[in-house]
């Protein structure tokens, strides 16, 4: 075997350089070990000294410095030694575990001693990778391992053991977090070990599990999550096959806290909830503070205060939502039925739609309701993440949850709505409901999502600046502010790029919204939408450029109560995306599959021009769009035509001024219908056929809201123009002198020549 350069190179630089000096080299000496795995992973030949190999010395060499560095009296020696070891584990395999139990016991020593808070941080880290390799290997664990793995867990919980009540915590909460990241990776793998220390981790991480603004300490929220997993895997170390119990009485216990807590901040409304899980409220004081929380060991610390209340029942409800997110050890059973039962009493508790006190506690003054409303938000989201990674867990077998589910977002998204955090959590609830129980939805269901869909689509319209802007402009007879006392800035035009940068949301909530459009389209029955909602949805997917959400709108089109399918967006999806493999193959089999269908109508027939049959596609849903309706049907929509002026719909988002001129029939008031085109062919005729009667065209209208206009004649110099159908010219030639022309259409001719004549006359004048 060839000897690495870069080995003699390390072993060279490690004896020349000075041991404080190695510090800033260790980027250049840990590159260096990880090109020496082949010499380091291979074990060494059992001949006698003088007869071993280059490699092998070289080798042995490079641990002898190591060792020596690492049971030096120099800080930095020591933080070099640490960088060394975890890149010689990282590629040194079965060989280099075999001898590191003296790196170990080394390394827990330097926890032990006052060096620098990043090299302490940096040996947990090496000490924590040695055990998660050794976990492979039976012989190595029973040599190695269980006998260090002990005083390893004590030096960490020396670092971040909790101080007398009047001193503060000395070890930084980085160190904490590295501690508690260290413990939730070691505790799965070796649970029998450490399972004398459950009680005593418990009692030091349960303080950073769900912080209120009582607390001496301001958490993190990486120490939050990483003491959270801590505690969650202590169940592995439950005795014999009582993981499963461990793990349940652990949920119940913590859906109690979260009760418990519920009481106290939600003094100041009278409840309407009772209890499916067999939980009875405890009636709270009103002559002091909202309080909770114990002194126990076992338990969360104090909290004083209402704010304080809702920070640590949102920490209570996001510590449950990471017992579904953790894995276990063995099967367990849900306690479902409390959870839903606490998220079902939270979901009650609504901001209320006017001052009136009916449902408020007399007792409680009027400044803690206003504060209980300021922090409902925040706990609803919570909820609804709560929701989330239940559903994210169970998949498909949470199925039998949807409805109530489904019920408690629609009523918190009705309330918090304004609230950016709880649109995000709502998004993301909704995106996991779709998957699993979308198709099955119920009318009546649909339709509380519309809400949902509106401001889904106003969010994902946001960044892109096509968002409707909202005129602030007082109604009809409301009295003018005075000039005087007005702002001089508010006369300024002023960009609403600006105003809404200044308001923009978070990248996660746009995110969230953007992935929830193509799961509109897709996964909910788009029979149960109204035609607003499906125009809404289609126009958002166009003007957001998302192709997810265009192909979704392509693959499930929309049909009326009629049986009719709308247009599809598939020339927009073509235009934003004509070179992406996805829209060629989607356009591609829309193709084949108009070619197919055009063969079963016309015998033998072919076409050298794709766009050929495309167009005999197009030309055949004109004419299905195209049958006549009941003389009923359009005697009565004309009647309510001349009645009432049809408004524009407001599913535009203010895109009224870019409407797209389309050609329909007057009696049609469905934006997405469309008619046949029109249009207009110079012809050179004589006084014979003047008398032929020539097929109008359907009225124009645009966007049901301009009444049609009277036919404009082009002078083009050749003869009189000629108004011919497209789609109906060959049912015009086989019908030529039918008398299938209506009174009215007769009429609309007449008054067209007569004003050519018109113009004609004043023209010579």
């Known amino acids: 075997m060839s000897i690495p350069p870069e080995l003699r190179v390390l072993c060279r630089r490690l004896t020349s350089t000075s041991v404080e000096d190695l510090p800033r080299l260790c980027p250049t000496l840990v ?3 990880l090109r020496c795995g082949g010499p380091l992973s291979a074990v060494p030949e059992t001949k006698g000294k003088d007869n071993a190999s280059e490699a092998s010395v070289l080798v042995h060499r490079l641990r002898t410095h190591i060792n020596t560095l690492l049971n030096g009296r120099s800080p930095a020696g020591r933080s070099a030694a640490i960088c060394l070891i975890k890149a010689v584990i990282d590629v040194g395999g079965w060989e280099s575990l075999r001898q590191s139990e003296s790196w170990i016991r080394g390394l827990i020593s330097i926890l032990q001693k006052p060096d620098p808070i990043a090299a302490k941080e940096l040996c947990i880290v090496s000490l924590t990778k040695i055990y998660m390799t050794l976990q492979g290997y039976q012989t190595l664990v029973r040599e190695t391992a269980t006998p260090t793995l002990p005083s390893y867990v004590t ?4 670092l971040i053991k909790s101080p007398a009540s009047d001193k503060a915590l000395k ?19 070796f649970p029998t070990t450490l399972r004398p220390f459950s009680a005593q981790i418990t009692a030091e991480l349960k303080t950073y599990v769900a912080p209120t603004s009582s607390d001496p300490l301001s958490v993190p929220e990486g120490l939050r999550e990483s003491a959270r997993k801590a505690l969650i895997v202590l169940h592995y170390t439950a005795p014999k096959n009582g993981s499963s119990d461990e793990w349940a009485k652990s949920v119940r216990a913590t859906v109690n806290d979260c009760h418990k807590t519920a009481d106290q901040i939600f003094r100041a ?4 909830w009772e209890s499916t ?3 009875r409220s405890q009636a709270a004081r009103t002559d002091v503070e909202p309080s909770g929380g114990t002194d126990a060991s076992d338990g969360f610390p104090t909290w004083t205060g209402l704010t304080s209340g809702a920070e640590r029942l949102v920490g209570l409800l996001e510590f449950l939502a990471a017992y579904f997110q953790m894995p276990t050890k063995a099967a367990v059973t849900l306690p479902l039925g409390d959870v839903l039962d606490l998220t079902g009493r939270i979901s009650l ?14 007792a409680i003054s009027r400044d803690e309701r206003a504060e209980l409303w300021s922090v409902l938000p925040d706990i609803h989201a919570a909820a609804l993440r709560l929701h989330t990674a239940i559903y994210r867990r169970l998949q498909s077998n949470a199925i039998s949850l949807s409805t109530d589910s489904i019920d408690q977002m629609v009523r918190i998204f009705g309330s918090d709505r304004h609230v950016p955090s709880v649109r995000e959590s709502a998004y993301d609830l909704a995106n996991e409901l779709l998957l699993v129980a979308g198709p099955t939805l119920p009318k009546l269901t649909v339709d509380s999502l519309v809400p949902l869909i509106q401001a889904c689509c ?12 909202r005129s602030e402009a007082p109604p009809n007879g409301a009295k003018q502010k005075d000039p005087a006392s007005s702002n001089a800035d508010a006369f300024l035009a002023t960009s609403t790029t600006t105003n809404a940068a200044s308001s923009a949301p978070r990248a996660s909530h746009e995110e969230a919204a953007l992935s929830l459009l193509p799961m509109l389209l897709s996964h909910l029955p788009q029979r149960h939408l109204s035609p607003d909602s499906r125009a809404l949805l289609d126009r958002t997917a166009i003007l957001a450029a998302s192709k997810p959400a265009m192909l979704a709108s392509c693959l499930h089109p929309y049909k009326d109560s009629r049986g009719r399918y709308y247009p599809s967006i598939l020339p927009f999806l073509v235009r934003q995306f004509p070179q992406d493999q996805d829209v060629e193959v989607l356009r591609t089999n829309l193709l084949r599959s108009a070619r197919a269908g055009t063969a079963s109508h016309v015998a033998e027939q072919t076409w050298d021009d794709p766009r050929e049959g495309l167009d005999v596609l197009l030309q055949e849903r004109k004419d299905d769009e195209s049958e006549p309706v009941d003389d009923g049907d359009v005697d009565m929509n004309r009647n309510e035509a001349t009645e009432k002026e049809v408004k524009p719909s407001s599913a535009g988002w203010g895109l009224t001024e870019n409407k797209t001129e389309v050609d329909t029939e007057p009696v049609v008031k469905n934006a997405f219908f469309t008619a046949e085109r029109t249009v207009v062919v110079a012809t050179n005729s004589s006084p ?11 009225l124009k209208r645009k966007a049901s809201e301009i009444d049609p206009g009277k036919a404009k004649r082009v002078d083009t110099g050749k003869g009189p123009e000629t108004v011919v159908d497209v789609s109906v010219t060959a049912k015009a030639v086989d019908d030529e002198g039918s008398d299938s022309d209506s009174d009215a259409e007769s009429i609309q001719i007449d008054m067209t020549m007569d004003d050519d004549d018109e113009e004609d006359e004043a023209d010579e004048e």
Do not use: F, H
């Open 171 to 189: 070890t930084p909460l980085s160190l904490v977090n590295t501690v508690a990241w260290s413990l939730s990776k070691i505790i799965p793998l």
């Open 269 to 272: 409304v009278q409840e309407s």
């Open 349 to 362: 508790i609504t901001l209320p739609t006017s001052e009136d006190s009916a449902g408020m506690n007399a």
């Open 277 to 279: 899980s067999g939980y």
């Open 155 to 158: 030096a960490c919980l020396q």
């Open 31 to 33: 590159g260096y070990v």
């Open 688 to 698: 014979d056929n003047a008398g032929d009667k020539v097929p109008t065209s359907p």
């Open 458 to 469: 106003r969010d994902t319209l946001r960044p892109t600046g096509y968002e409707e802007s």
